[in-house]
């Protein structure tokens, strides 16, 4: 299931990620809809946001609607320290992969970050929407760490960039966005 928020708990927190995978927000009514795809729901919430095709071929728009509270972690990391890649493996579509070659052990793996996203239904077409409520510009937007940068600055990037005019990347982009596994002063997560 992708979960709207459910009512804040009277007493304690959110429940984590184990727990909602052992059901703790059924019967809640929370439900937004049903996706076929553990690891597409997990990236889904690691992006922030994302577009669900249906069975009939329409799509629909998810929005980040908050978090569970719960500190994010990345199970990159646990995936090298339990010694299933290594940091140079390491990348998005190593654990999708990782995911799917291993369904008797993904939820584990996924419950090992406790943080948990909350959604709404978006518009059609509008696009991923950032910390302004409004759509993000690809390649333009960045998430940041407010703690370290203010949304709404402008930011000058020079970063390596494969298939890029001599494999970099220059460009002004604009702090749009904030992101559970952005944090310090020199992260970022660019817009694509």
């Not at 990345?74 to 290594?86: C, M, N, S």
């Not at 052990?105 to 996924?110: F, K, N, V």
């Not at 298939?163 to 002004?172: A, K, S």
Request: hydrophobic fraction near 40%; glycine fraction near 10%.
């Amino acid at each position: 299931p992708i979960y709207a928020p459910p009512p804040r708990p009277e007493t304690g927190g959110f429940p984590d990620r184990a727990q909602i995978a052992a059901g703790a927000l059924e019967d809640q009514d929370l439900e937004l809809l049903w996706v076929d795809d553990v690891a597409d729901a997990f990236f889904c919430e690691v992006e922030g946001s994302g577009v669900v095709v249906m069975e009939d071929g329409s799509e629909v728009a998810v929005e980040y609607a908050g978090q569970n509270g719960h500190r994010y972690y990345p199970i990159g990391r646990a995936l090298i320290r339990d010694g299933e890649a290594t940091s140079d493996e390491m990348s998005m579509q190593f654990i999708r992969r990782w995911l799917e070659e291993h369904p008797d052990r993904a939820q584990e793996l996924m419950n090992r970050n406790p943080s948990y996203v909350f959604f709404q239904l978006g518009e059609p077409g509008r696009g991923a929407i950032g910390a302004f409520d409004e759509p993000l510009t690809p390649l333009r937007s960045m998430a940041v760490d407010r703690r370290h940068v203010p949304l709404g600055v402008p930011l000058w990037i020079d970063i390596e960039a494969p298939g890029e005019l001599d494999g970099r990347m220059r460009r002004m982009v604009f702090a749009q966005d904030v992101g559970g596994a952005v944090k310090g002063r020199v992260r970022g997560d660019l817009y694509w």
